[in-house]
């Protein structure tokens, strides 16, 4: 009895030792499907010309001839249903994969959709909160009158503008350009030692003083900006035998570091010294003046010009000192 073209593929499937998940994986087909080949069972089958494709990659794949097994298909058709066509089936073909059971990805996608969502909600807030911390100037009440906002941003453009702005509103940028710098700031009486790196920026808003201090080898390396406007730093320690280059800026010379554009040793001070340093003047000694009278003499002690002393006369008679 002549072998139906399933016995055939299975026989040849075997004698190579294939698996029909190794068929499947590489023809591409539903091992559902070639299963049924294998059962001469072609109502499973789409139908058409994906059944002959089916005959043909199985065929080739186990090595049997791809016409013979069409041909055998073919009369098996007949064979079996002799008024059907080779047509394709009214169903729709099935997913052709090996694997069986068919699994969605949305619960993962909405899963991954909403994480995203929240962290983004979170990135957002941080870098608000951060810019509002950082930008105290630039915060306006929604509630507040015109001219409050406008001050706001009166403020905000000063550095614009010829005249110089108020000291306590003013922002003050200190930048390293190409290397560390170390730097010890005295904003408003507190103290802080920080490094700066190049790219990084320290901000102070100080309402009465900014002092800055910083090593002179790294005068090259360091910028500083008052409201967007840079100021020139010196460029050497504005106090003789000194290491370090250390300047005060606050609302006594605040105005004319924003005119010069600049801080030198010519910078005034805040306020006038108020220790201020008096010297006397020593005059030298008058001579004295004798008035001779008998036995007697009166010596007159010298007098100061800056300040009148009372007279010690001395009258001498004889042997007799009387002290008036």
């Not at 702005?165 to 003013?170: D, L, Q, S, T, Y």
């Amino acid at each position: 009895m002549a072998q139906t073209l399933g016995e055939k593929l299975r026989e040849a499937r075997e004698a190579r030792g294939i698996s029909l998940s190794e068929v499947a994986e590489q023809t591409r087909i539903s091992p559902y499907y070639i299963e049924a080949i294998e059962r001469d069972d072609y109502k499973p089958l789409p139908g058409g010309i994906f059944n002959k494709g089916f005959v043909r990659s199985f065929a080739k794949f186990v090595g049997v001839d791809e016409n013979e097994a069409l041909a055998d298909y073919l009369n098996a058709l007949t064979i079996e249903t002799p008024n059907a066509t080779d047509g394709p089936q009214s169903y729709r073909p099935e997913v052709l994969t090996d694997d069986t059971s068919s699994r969605t990805g949305v619960p993962t996608v909405l899963v991954a959709v909403v994480i995203l969502g929240v962290m983004t909600a979170i990135i957002l807030v941080g870098l608000k909160y951060f810019w509002e911390s950082s930008n105290p100037a630039t915060v306006t009440d929604t509630n507040s009158s015109p001219a409050a906002n406008t001050s706001v941003i009166t403020a905000n453009t000063a550095a614009d503008s010829s005249t110089s702005p108020e000291f306590g509103v003013a922002r003050f940028e200190f930048k390293a350009v190409n290397q560390p710098v170390s730097l010890t700031a005295t904003n408003d009486g507190r103290v802080s030692t920080n490094i700066v790196t190049p790219g990084s920026i320290s901000s102070f808003a100080p309402k009465e003083s900014l002092k800055l201090s910083y090593s002179k080898s790294l005068a090259s390396a360091v910028s500083l900006t008052i409201n967007g406007k840079t100021i020139t730093l010196p460029a050497q320690p504005l106090e003789a035998r000194r290491n370090v280059i250390e300047f005060e800026i606050n609302a006594g010379n605040f105005a004319s570091i924003w005119t010069n554009g600049a801080i030198s040793a010519a910078t005034p001070s805040a306020t006038p010294n108020a220790n201020l340093v008096s010297t006397r003047s020593t005059l030298a000694p008058a001579p004295k003046a004798s008035i001779p009278m008998g036995n007697a003499a009166i010596v007159n002690a010298p007098t100061s010009n800056a300040r009148p002393s009372p007279t010690r006369r001395v009258i001498v008679v004889g042997n007799t000192n009387r002290a008036n």
